[in-house]
């Protein structure tokens, strides 16, 4: 018995065991479908067409993969207009492997769930210990990020947002770890540089603006 389906609006000839790739429909590995837009089905004696589909007929499949499909590359140019566009495109596809077609109104014989998968969620912690585990994560780092990395000296602080680059956002995490004036800032050994770098994730920031060339302008009066 064959079978003609419509699936993202392409047809396909199938019979059971058949395997083809369509365009991506949702689900899990192991999971079955049903196509329920049936347009002809032979190969067994009287040959039924739908009208455009065949009522109560379905055909049940397992998905197998889901993937993409190879790139393409769309290139688009204007003569004399200096415009040129280059685009690729992977098609998201699903791998299914046709299990049965069934007619008469009769739905597909559900599949078992495979018991590794019902393992893997059992396995799984459950919503609320997932977010206590979440915010207990998200606390620590907060905490190693904003704690105190050098002794705060005594005074007001320095207006550090004359350094440039500096605003009053990093002016927090600077003071977050101890930093308040130019005077630190100027003495910061390179080992200091790279851990506050770490901690506030600067990539290299203050290497490459020169905050210690600048502080040490600003702490003999002098503009940044």
Do not use: C
Not at 14 to 34: F, Q, Y
Not at 101 to 128: M, N, T, Y
Not at 178 to 193: K, R, S, V
């Amino acid at each position: 018995m064959y079978a003609v389906i419509k699936t993202g609006g392409k047809q396909y000839r199938v019979a059971p065991n058949d395997v083809i790739e369509i365009e991506k429909l949702a689900g899990e590995v192991g999971e079955t479908i049903a196509f329920d837009e049936v347009l002809l089905v032979g190969g067994d004696g009287e040959l039924r067409v739908g009208t455009p589909t065949l009522a109560g007929a379905h055909v049940a499949a397992e998905i197998v993969a889901q993937g993409r499909g190879p790139k393409i590359i769309v290139f688009k140019k204007k003569r004399r207009k200096n415009y040129r566009r280059k685009k690729g495109h992977r098609q998201e596809l699903t791998t299914v492997r046709i299990t049965e077609i069934v007619l008469d109104g009769q739905r597909p014989a559900p599949k078992k769930e495979p018991a590794r998968r019902k393992a893997s969620e059992e396995a799984k912690p459950s919503p609320e210990t997932a977010k206590t585990a979440e915010s207990t994560e998200t606390a620590k780092k907060a905490e190693t990020t904003t704690a105190a990395l050098f002794e705060r000296p005594a005074g007001e602080p320095d207006d550090l947002t004359k350094i440039k680059g500096v605003g009053p956002v990093i002016v927090k995490k600077l003071h977050d770890l101890g930093i308040i004036t130019f005077d630190q800032i100027a003495n910061l050994t390179p080992e200091q540089i790279a851990e506050v770098d770490k901690r506030l994730n600067f990539k290299g920031r203050i290497e490459r603006e020169d905050w210690i060339g600048q502080a040490k302008k600003l702490a003999r009066g002098e503009d940044g």
